[in-house]
């Protein structure tokens, strides 16, 4: 999962590539998640589409496979779906700072920033101390409100 978040798909398809064989099944959900990822990251929407939708449909709480394939939506322009996989995610990882901010990147993506908002809010409020989560909400609102707002962040 590190390697795909820096980038580096190729390195997470050398990794993988033994272990992820066809069918997915329950000794190789986790590697073909990250090999469809991967697949999707390196710009193999179709074949990271496929595989993701393979892991989901034998394991529908697969975080990997609902990461990779809510980015992989947003990225394809299918708003409703990759928000869906994004509130799938959150209900699994509900102490996720990443999750929360996976599923903001994603309304802001779809246009709603009210939305993206929100869901900074909730994980600023549900995750008590989580730095992370504290500074993401905190540059949303520097960035869309202003500086005053931001200071009532850090107040809080």
């Known amino acids: 999962r590190y390697l795909l978040s820096v980038g580096r798909a190729d390195d997470v398809m050398a990794l993988t590539r033994d272990a992820a064989t066809l069918p997915v099944g329950g000794e190789n959900v986790a590697p073909n998640a990250l ?5 999707a990251s390196r710009g193999d929407l179709r074949g990271g589409q496929a595989r993701l939708d393979q892991v989901l449909a034998f394991d529908s709480v697969s975080t990997d496979a609902l990461r990779g394939r809510a980015l992989l939506r947003s990225r394809q322009g299918d708003h409703k779906g990759a928000v ?3 509130q799938k995610l959150v209900a699994l990882s509900r102490s996720s700072a990443e ?4 599923m903001s990147r994603i309304h802001l993506a779809a246009g709603k920033r009210d939305e993206a908002r929100r869901a900074l809010w909730d994980g600023f409020l549900e995750i008590p101390a989580d730095r992370v989560m504290y500074e993401a909400l905190r540059s949303f609102v520097l960035n869309t409100e202003g500086a005053a707002a931001a200071q009532r962040i850090t107040q809080e």
């Open 35 to 39: 090999f469809g990822a991967a697949l």
């Open 99 to 102: 999750a929360r901010i996976l």
């Open 84 to 86: 869906e996989d994004a």
